[in-house]
């Protein structure tokens, strides 16, 4: 599975921003699909999954109320809309996909920069 992101860049804080994350290879075969974030200095943390087949999604408490995941399965793309965006949404997004048989596939990542 190969997984392609784009969609990050600079925005002031209460802009917003669209990230896509697009699916590739054994695409069939993923159980469900998210993004991470990692901030300069900091652990990597969950901002928000979507089970595939059913769509349930699930966030990070910071981003409850401001961001949205959401997939097209024809086009094996998941999206995140972030609104509202505030400084300390700045890291790097890390799209994942996580497939039935236990293994997990990173994107490269992508840089969102929000100013105050």
């Known amino acids: 599975v190969q997984l392609v992101e784009s969609g990050g860049g600079l925005v002031q804080a209460g802009g917003s921003l669209r990230l896509s994350c697009a699916a590739s290879g054994s695409a069939f075969s993923i159980r469900a699909m998210g993004w991470y974030r990692q901030a300069s200095g900091k652990q990597r943390d969950l901002v928000a999954v979507i089970i595939i087949g059913g769509g349930s999604t699930n966030y990070a408490d910071s981003v409850k109320g401001r961001f949205t995941i959401s997939r097209d399965n024809a086009k094996n793309t998941i999206y995140l809309q972030m609104n509202s965006l505030k400084p300390e949404d700045t890291a790097v997004y890390y799209c994942?996909?996580?497939?039935?048989?236990?293994?997990?596939?990173w994107g490269q990542g992508t840089q969102v920069t929000v100013s105050s």
């Open positions: 994942y996909a996580d497939l039935w048989d236990g293994n997990v596939y």
